[in-house]
């Protein structure tokens, strides 16, 4: 086995790459990263009835869009089956493997036995030392594994610390099917010893797959890898994550809005952690990151925190980038389609030039589309039920007031629109926020908005001016 690090991600691609795969993925790349080593990319697709191309293609987009490339080609574990059959028939020949014949029934049989005796469901090992010249004709056999009875497996885990498993408790698993395929821990013993894999840190779930796997490595005569089990991530409740939690793909967190940094910073403290620090770039991660600091303790997911840091995010990302990001956003949303075809290239720089503000409110790109949504609203404007309270008869009668001086503002610059306004609201007797917030209502049909002033220079004299005449004179015709 090679000595310099190298970490795997082994997904099963039987659907989209849910938070706690996303969470494996990095925590592998971290440590590669860390130790100058290689993260490889296998794709686990040796279920053919249950593994789907657009499974495939979900998590490989996931991955990009994490910023988590691997080193080299992604290695499909299906296109290695004739390898993996040649390990399980060289097991075979060496006697550390046999052939069962046992039919489908028995097997049922035996696992209504152990139920009834209180034991765990398993394999009884009827023709583990039978003469194989007693099988019944017409039979396929399947390979079974001839597992250690005496004695224990034990798990030296860099998070779970020693783990042991007697012997007795684990049956001869199925290592090559009868129609000749091969079983999930035969392939996965192959192919972490061909491509020199030097840790597996995947979820704790895969502790007895550990056991099983550590064994078929030690008959095999190969170096057993070093392991590292994750605890699984757990909702608010302490429940085990769910959809109701948050355990959706990667995709649904990319179309709520949420930034690939805020995610990845989120992700790495969910069960690690360096001192008390929250907030971490990549490069202080890679610095940082060690398996040591992982906790044995399942963590907690919670949107809250996940909102809140990627508000942080929001902020400190520039403009034009956050700008490319709902570029590539809009056509994943519910109505993408038709706001993408209401904005335009002005749009997109009026919304580049709205941003300051824009974004210090917002905690998700959703909310900040939303919030932007003035920008490229056609006239006259939808009032929201508080902006259309601002816009009762004394608003509109300050509008109709304040609209001669805005009409002279020149140039149409954020502090000359300031002084305009704040002289009309000094020599009016109101104060500021009277006078701004029935002007915000006209400009954006919100009570909400980023700085008065901001909105109307990245709105521009002339539309500016065309909403506030809109609302100034809409009680006129009545």
């Not at 590669?32 to 296998?42: H, N, Y």
């Not at 919670?302 to 520039?318: C, I, M, Q, S, W």
């Not at 006239?379 to 816009?391: F, N, S, V």
């Not at 149409?412 to 029935?438: C, I, M, N, Y």
Request: aromatic residues 6%.
């Amino acid at each position: 086995m090679s000595e310099k690090v190298i970490t795997r991600f082994a997904p099963s691609p039987t659907g989209y790459l849910h938070i706690g795969g996303a969470r494996t993925a990095l925590f592998n790349w971290l440590y590669a990263r860390a130790k100058g080593g290689k993260v490889l990319l296998r794709i686990e697709d040796t279920d053919q009835a249950r593994s789907t191309k657009g499974a495939i293609l979900a998590i490989l987009d996931g991955l990009r869009w994490l910023d988590l490339e691997w080193d080299g080609e992604p290695l499909y574990q299906m296109t290695r089956a004739e390898r993996h059959r040649e390990v399980a028939e060289q097991l075979l020949a060496e006697g550390k493997a046999y052939s069962c014949y046992a039919s489908p029934e028995e097997l049922a049989a035996m696992r209504e036995r152990a139920r009834a005796e209180g034991r765990a469901p398993g394999y009884d090992g009827t023709w583990r030392d039978r003469d194989h010249r007693e099988a019944p004709p017409g039979i396929a056999p399947t390979i079974r594994f001839k597992a250690p009875r005496e004695g224990e497996t034990v798990i030296k885990d860099r998070v779970q610390g020693r783990v042991v498993f007697a012997n007795k408790d684990l049956d001869d698993l199925v290592i090559l099917r009868s129609d000749g395929t091969p079983t999930y821990n035969l392939s996965v013993v192959v192919d972490d010893h061909d491509m020199d894999i030097t840790h597996v840190i995947r979820g704790d779930d895969h502790l007895t797959n550990a056991a099983r796997q550590t064994q078929i490595f030690k008959a095999l005569g190969w170096q057993t890898p070093i392991y590292a089990h994750v605890p699984l991530i757990h909702g608010p409740d302490g429940a085990k994550l769910s959809k109701r939690h948050g355990a959706l793909g990667v995709e649904a967190y990319r179309a709520m809005g949420y930034l690939p940094a805020a995610l990845r910073n989120y992700l790495v403290r969910l069960g690690w952690s360096h001192g008390d620090a929250e907030i971490m770039s990549t490069d202080e991660m890679i610095q940082w990151f060690d398996l040591d600091a992982i906790g044995r303790s399942a963590a907690r997911f919670d949107f809250a925190k996940l909102e809140n840091l990627n508000g942080h995010y929001l902020r400190v990302t520039p403009d034009i980038e956050i700008v490319q990001r709902l570029k590539a956003l809009v056509p994943e949303l519910p109505d993408g389609v038709a706001l993408g075809e209401r904005i335009d290239a002005d749009g997109w720089q009026k919304l580049e030039r709205a941003m300051p503000g824009l974004k210090e409110r917002a905690k998700t790109l959703v909310e900040l589309l939303d919030s932007a949504s003035f920008l490229f609203a056609k006239r006259p404007l939808t009032m929201d039920e508080q902006a259309a309270k601002l816009l009762d008869a004394a608003g509109r009668e300050m509008l109709a007031a304040l609209l001669p001086r805005l009409e002279d503002v020149s140039p149409w610059t954020l502090e000359a629109l300031e002084a305009s306004v704040r002289s009309f609201a000094d020599e009016t007797g109101r104060k500021l926020g009277k006078a701004a917030q029935p002007l915000r209502a006209a400009l954006t049909g919100r009570s909400a908005s980023p700085g008065i002033f901001e909105v109307l220079e990245v709105l521009g004299r002339d539309e500016s001016l065309a909403r506030i005449r809109d609302q100034a004179h809409a009680g006129n015709s009545a």
